[in-house]
C-alpha cells in the first residue's frame, strides 16, 4: 500500500507526469527529454531522480548516454494516463516525440538508401558470413519467413533457395527497390520485398514460421516494441533468430553508421524477448572483429509458445 501511495504522489506532479508518459512511449535520454520538453538538464535530472528512486522509471547506460524507461504497471499507467487529460502540455509531448522518431527514422533511411547496391562493398559492423552461418545453423524446416530490416536483401535471398516463401521489410525505398531487381535478375518468384518499418512490419498476426533481425535492432527506435511486432507475426511456436552487436563502447557508431543503440548486452536482450513473450531463449557471441574497434556479434534464438 506506501508503494501504491508513494507512487500516486509522484503522479501528482505534471513535470513527473509527463516525463512518464514519454518514457512509456519510448526509452530516451536527458539530452532527448530536454529537445522534446524545452526543460533544463537539472530540472529533468532532479524529477528522473525522484521516479527512479520510486520505481517507476530504470535506466541503463548506453555509450556516454543513459537511457531512461518507464516501469509503471498496467494499472499505474491508466491512471497516468487518465490524469494527462488535466494536463494541457502532454498533446504537445506527444507530438513532438512523433518529430523526433521520425528524425531517427528519416536519418536511418537515408543511411541505408546511401548503401544501395553497396552491400559486400562497403564495411557493416557485425555482418559478417560467420554469424550469418551460426544464425542458419539453428534453423530448419523454413516456411514462410520474414527478414525485418532486410536491406538490399543478402539473407533473403540465402533463405528464398530453401524456404517456401520469403518476406524482406525494409524502411529504406532505394534498398527495397534494389532488392526487388536482385530477386527478378536471379529469378527468385517467392521473394517478396515489402516498405515498411520493423517496429511496424506490414505482416498479418500470426502469419510467417520464422523471422530474423539480422543487424537491425540496434537500429529501432524501441528495440522491446521490435521485438513484440515480431512475436505478433509470428506463428505459435514459430522462432525468431537475432543477429546484432555486442554491447560496445563505440559512440562514433552513432553517426558513422546510423546506430540508435551500442549493441546489447547477452542478458540485456534475453530479458527482452522474455519480456515479448519467446520462450526456450538462447544466446551466445558468435564473433569478434580483429581490428579495433573489435565489435563482436551476438546471436540470440527464442521461439513463441504454442497455445
Avoid at 539473407?155 to 520469403?166: F, G, K, S, T
Avoid at 516498405?195 to 535492432?217: K, M, R, T, W, Y
Wanted: with cysteine.
Amino acid at each position: 500500500m506506501a508503494s501504491m501511495l508513494k507512487s500516486l504522489k509522484l503522479l501528482t506532479d505534471p513535470t513527473r507526469l509527463r516525463l512518464l508518459l514519454l518514457l512509456d512511449a519510448e526509452a530516451l535520454s536527458v539530452a532527448d527529454l530536454q529537445e522534446l520538453l524545452g526543460m533544463g538538464q537539472s530540472r529533468i535530472s532532479t524529477q528522473l531522480s525522484q521516479l527512479k528512486a520510486g520505481g517507476l522509471v530504470t535506466d541503463e547506460r548506453s555509450g556516454k548516454h543513459n537511457f531512461y524507461r518507464s516501469e509503471m504497471s498496467r494499472e499505474l499507467c491508466t491512471l497516468a494516463k487518465e490524469a494527462a487529460k488535466e494536463v494541457p502540455e502532454v498533446e504537445k509531448d506527444a507530438a513532438a516525440l512523433r518529430h523526433l522518431q521520425d528524425k531517427r527514422r528519416d536519418k536511418t533511411r537515408a543511411y541505408f538508401d546511401s548503401l544501395a547496391g553497396r552491400f559486400g562493398k562497403d564495411y557493416v559492423p557485425g555482418r559478417s558470413w560467420k554469424g550469418l552461418a551460426e544464425a542458419l545453423l539453428k534453423v530448419n524446416n523454413q516456411g514462410v519467413v520474414a527478414d525485418l530490416g532486410a536491406g538490399e536483401g543478402t539473407l533473403a535471398q540465402m533463405l528464398a533457395r530453401q524456404a517456401e516463401r520469403v518476406i524482406a521489410v525494409d524502411l529504406s525505398p532505394k534498398m527495397v527497390e534494389f532488392g526487388r531487381g536482385l530477386a527478378a535478375k536471379h529469378e527468385l518468384t517467392n521473394l517478396e520485398y515489402r516498405l515498411g518499418d520493423i517496429e511496424e512490419p506490414p505482416l498479418e498476426d500470426s502469419s510467417v514460421d520464422l523471422a530474423f533481425l539480422s543487424q537491425a535492432l540496434h537500429h529501432a527506435g524501441s528495440p522491446e516494441h521490435a521485438l513484440q511486432q515480431a512475436f505478433r507475426i509470428l506463428k505459435p511456436g514459430g522462432k525468431l533468430v537475432v543477429l546484432d552487436l555486442l554491447q560496445h563502447g563505440f559512440e562514433e557508431a552513432r553517426e558513422l553508421y546510423a546506430d540508435v543503440w551500442l549493441g546489447f548486452g547477452e542478458g540485456e536482450l534475453a530479458a527482452m524477448l522474455d519480456k515479448a513473450g519467446f520462450t526456450e531463449i538462447e544466446t551466445a557471441v558468435v564473433d569478434r572483429e580483429p581490428e579495433p574497434p573489435n565489435f563482436q556479434t551476438l546471436l540470440a534464438v527464442a521461439r513463441k509458445p504454442q497455445k
